[in-house]
């Protein structure tokens, strides 16, 4: 298609998510702090979520009220524009934007830039900011193979994440984040620098981001404001995908210990959410992307499977090392899926438990926040098989190469 035919055709179908309203006197006081500062209106550098066939979505942080936009286009050069959210406003807000691009091509590359300009009486002149222009490809669920990395557990330590930033694979299609992003947010304004700009990163450089919560992203009394940044395909903390031959199920293990443990302040409700995944993935495996997927792999933060699988005794500080209340409910739909590998954090320590007779998937336990003990994940999954390769991050050494082959 002719570019400028193309830049009609999404104009027609292009629109923007929702704008994103935060409303904390914390974030308020910081905002008008950094407006005397003089400080810019876009907080850090962008980050790009729940990448679909036709559509992703840009997230940004910002210092002081702004009008958003995203610039883009299937060239350097652009030419295309989303301004306007699904109930007609320009997107604006004074602490993050969330705006999905719709009606793209699968596979395909995409240029894009944020721009924001001031939002205030009069102001409608004021200087306009740009982010760097980046390139982002949509998700190719018809491609003969697909490349991925894992992170998990990172806990909002810099130097890991930076280390992890630094080995993403070039041509990767995604990046999955499996949990643990956050320690408990307890405080709404240190939410941009987990899930959008983390110190010494730019998450926009590289494959978008799918992100996995874990429990320490749902724990804490704003934690339920980890939305306002984060995006998921479907709106929902658990989803699936086609990437190549590859099919995947994104699980929400939730919290650790029960809902009523008093360390939560009655904010929990994850046990409803576990029972409710397992009626939504009944449904989800008679999908032709999932039904008919070469390779099958599941992400959930907490692992389904353990070495010592015994019941905490949670008065005593205890907590689940698997997610007994997942598997219950989710273990008999992903052996009639065929799911061949469930891909987990949670106990920071590196494992594989191979299939075993009581259970045909294996498990992979990805390591802890601490540079010594972090790993990451490669994936590669042809038409053939699927591989999945786990390396320390300080130095690269390989402790598990996986090999699944493909199922049809
Ligand atoms: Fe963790």
């Known amino acids: 298609m002719h570019r400028r035919q193309f830049i009609a055709a999404v104009g027609a179908v292009g629109t923007f998510s929702a704008v994103?309203?935060?409303?904390?006197?914390?974030?308020?006081?910081?905002?008008?702090?950094?407006?005397?500062?003089?400080?810019?209106?876009?907080?850090?550098?962008?980050?790009?979520?729940?990448?679909?066939?036709?559509?992703?979505?840009?997230?940004?942080?910002?210092?002081?009220?702004?009008?958003?936009?995203?610039?883009?286009?299937?060239?350097?050069?652009?030419?295309?524009?989303?301004?306007?959210?699904?109930?007609g406003f320009v997107p604006h807000d004074d602490v993050a934007v969330k705006i999905r691009l719709r009606g793209l091509r699968p596979g395909e590359r995409y240029h894009w830039r944020v721009v924001a300009g001031p939002l205030s009486a009069g102001a409608r002149k004021g200087a306009v900011e740009r982010t760097a222009t980046y390139v982002t490809r949509?998700?190719?669920?018809?491609?003969?193979?697909?490349?991925?990395?894992?992170?998990?557990?990172?806990?909002?330590?810099?130097?890991?994440?930076?280390?992890l930033h630094e080995g993403r694979g070039e041509g990767d299609d995604f990046l999955l984040w499996n949990g643990?992003?956050?320690?408990?947010?307890?405080?709404?304004?240190?939410?941009?620098?987990?899930?959008?700009?983390p110190k010494g990163v730019?998450?926009?450089?590289?494959?978008?981001?799918?992100?996995?919560?874990?429990?320490?992203?749902?724990?804490?009394?704003?934690?339920?404001?980890?939305?306002?940044?984060?995006d998921f395909p479907e709106g929902r903390p658990f989803y699936a995908f086609r990437s190549g031959p590859l099919g995947v199920v994104v699980l929400d293990t939730g919290e650790d210990k029960p809902d009523a443990h008093p360390s939560f302040k009655g904010v929990a409700a994850f046990e409803d959410l576990i029972r409710e995944q397992a009626v939504w993935l009944g449904r989800a495996i008679a999908s032709p992307e999932l039904r008919d997927a070469p390779c099958r792999v599941v992400f959930c933060h907490i692992p389904l499977r353990w070495h010592k699988e015994a019941r905490p005794d949670y008065a005593r500080g205890g907590y689940d090392w698997v997610s007994l209340r997942g598997r219950e409910a989710w273990g008999g739909v992903l052996r009639q899926w065929?799911?061949?590998?469930?891909?987990?954090?949670?106990?920071?320590?590196?494992?594989?438990?191979?299939?075993?007779?009581?259970?045909?998937?294996?498990?992979?336990?990805?390591?802890?926040?601490?540079?010594?003990?972090?790993?990451?994940?490669?994936g590669h999954a042809?038409?053939?098989?699927?591989?999945?390769?786990?390396?320390?991050?300080?130095?690269?050494?390989?402790?598990?190469?996986?090999?699944?082959p493909s199922v049809c």
């Not at 018809?142 to 994440?161: K, Q, S």
């Not at 926009?204 to 940044?229: C, L, Q, S, Y």
């Not at 042809?382 to 699944?404: K, P, Q, Y």
């Open 20 to 87: 994103v309203p935060v409303d904390s006197p914390l974030a308020a006081a910081s905002n008008a702090a950094a407006v005397a500062a003089g400080a810019s209106l876009i907080k850090g550098t962008p980050v790009v979520f729940a990448p679909v066939a036709d559509g992703f979505t840009v997230t940004v942080a910002l210092n002081a009220p702004a009008l958003v936009r995203v610039e883009y286009g299937e060239t350097a050069a652009l030419g295309a524009v989303a301004r306007s959210d699904s109930c």
């Open 138 to 163: 949509t998700l190719a669920p018809t491609a003969g193979e697909t490349r991925f990395g894992v992170w998990n557990d990172t806990h909002d330590r810099a130097e890991t994440i930076q280390r």
């Open 180 to 197: 643990d992003v956050s320690n408990d947010v307890n405080r709404r304004e240190i939410l941009p620098g987990l899930y959008v700009c």
């Open 202 to 230: 730019d998450l926009a450089e590289g494959a978008p981001v799918f992100f996995v919560r874990g429990n320490h992203d749902v724990r804490g009394i704003w934690a339920n404001k980890m939305t306002d940044f984060v």
């Open 338 to 378: 065929g799911a061949q590998v469930v891909v987990s954090g949670h106990t920071h320590r590196a494992a594989w438990l191979p299939p075993s007779g009581e259970w045909p998937f294996g498990q992979l336990v990805g390591g802890g926040p601490r540079l010594d003990v972090a790993t990451r994940i490669r």
């Open 382 to 404: 042809t038409g053939r098989e699927l591989r999945l390769v786990m390396e320390r991050v300080v130095d690269g050494t390989v402790l598990h190469a996986l090999s699944f």
